[in-house]
């Protein structure tokens, strides 16, 4: 049971660059989560999917895109990547009725 | 909109001294509330929360959090630190949405730093 996983954890991208940071999750949870966590702010976040199927904004969804590809899966996709967007990305999903959300271990993103 | 208020951005407490860090929330209902902790490097983890019922609750590794609502507080305790202790610690109130799930919004975070 590996909980929470990301993919990758470490990842260094040119200004105007893509990518997709991936999220999975084996504890057959119904919501997932994407945050950033930058110096002094906390945890923001960025999108979220109640369940298979669905997405809804966050507090900072702007520059970013979700998809939820299963029920485990849950990626956040930055289409043209800005020094803005670096931050550290933690992905969560969540129990059913008690509200606990569990957290994988980050990625790390630098954006030159 | 709910919103999280942490107003120590940083503590320093000695090895073997007690601690309380505070938060505050806002809320319109009857909140969630959370304690994570995140260790350098690392990814958050639960320490304890509340949903309802006794006010005082009990989490991992001897922190406790009590629960006041006339003061919309949810403090953190520990009555001996540890060196190990030494990490950022978040305050969170979980919220539902109208839509179909609830989210949390965290504080900024309280760094702790235990001197020997």
């Given amino acids: ?112 | 909109a709910q919103s999280v208020t942490q107003p120590d951005i940083h503590i320093t407490v000695s090895e073997g001294a007690s601690l309380e860090l505070r938060c505050n929330y806002s809320y319109g209902a009857t909140p969630y509330l959370f304690w994570y902790v995140q260790s350098p490097g690392q990814g958050l983890q639960l320490l304890l929360k509340y949903f309802s019922g006794d006010t005082l609750v009990q989490g991992i590794k001897g922190f406790e959090a009590e629960f006041k609502r006339s003061q919309s507080s949810f403090n953190l305790r520990k009555p001996s630190v540890h060196w190990s202790d030494a990490a950022e610690y978040f305050c969170a109130v979980g919220a539902l949405r109208v839509s179909r799930d609830s989210t949390l919004t965290f504080g900024k975070g309280t760094m702790l730093l235990v001197s020997p």
């Fill in chain 1, 1 to 112: 049971n590996a909980g929470v996983t990301q993919t990758p954890k470490f990842q260094v991208l040119k200004t105007g660059q893509s990518m997709t940071l991936q999220c999975a999750q084996d504890m057959n949870h119904n919501s997932m989560y994407w945050y950033r966590q930058d110096p002094g702010m906390g945890l923001r976040l960025i999108y979220y999917s109640a369940s298979e199927g669905t997405t809804d904004k966050g507090e900072v969804p702007n520059g970013y895109n979700v998809s939820r590809l299963n029920k485990r899966e849950f990626s956040l996709r930055l289409e043209s990547a800005a020094p803005s967007q670096t931050s550290v990305y933690f992905c969560a999903s969540r129990t059913g009725g008690q509200e606990t959300q569990y957290f994988g271990p980050g990625t790390r993103l630098l954006v030159l």
